[in-house]
């Protein structure tokens, strides 16, 4: 069961550093992608131990990240799931007064583009594992563009409608050749000498 609200959580600088450290950042993201499982669960598939994985998961939790699938448990198994489907960071969290919401800020951003590598990584590692029809179908785009701030934006934002856009366009369970896939976007100015 997928969660339920699909709108991105938006991160202040309490949820911030609830969510700001490694493991916590994995869990969710495996409860994202893999539907809801219980701390040893998701210990086995981290390579955690289930004492570190309950405490982060209360962590998650507590912070309104995640909640309870009682619907999955049997005895004294206690299921977790996403609460949403995706966060918003403010980029006004790095420059944040209390200097420890700004390292969770540089924490958070360091993780997600290393999370990304990883990503780009395990699929070129898997390449075989694929159709033809799939492997033609992925993209590794670079472009360089010169934009003013503005433009930039609105390059985002339209990109961002775009792949919006595309929520509508779920096959249904059991359409052929229908696999998830994941859709990074970096934009970001460089120093050209």
Known sequence: MEPENDAPRVLDAR??????????MQLLRA???????????LAERLGESSGAT????????????????????KGRERWWRAAHMG??????L????DPAVRGAADLFIHETANFHTQEVA?????TG???????????LSDMTLRLTPELALDLITKMHALVDSYQGEVPADGTPN???VRVHTHLFPIHTD
């Not at 309950?54 to 448990?73: K, W």
């Open 15 to 24: 949820s911030l550093r609830g969510l700001a450290h490694p493991l916590r």
């Open 31 to 41: 409860l994202r992608q893999n539907g809801p499982a219980t701390a040893s669960k």
């Open 54 to 73: 309950s405490y982060h998961l209360r962590q998650l939790a507590e912070h309104g990240f995640i909640e309870d699938a009682p619907e999955h448990g």
């Open 87 to 92: 966060v918003q960071f403010d980029d006004s």
């Open 94 to 97: 790095h420059k944040h007064p």
């Open 122 to 126: 395990t699929y070129l590692g898997t």
């Open 129 to 139: 594992d694929w159709s033809d029809e799939w492997n033609r179908s992925t993209d």
């Open 178 to 180: 229908a696999e998830t």
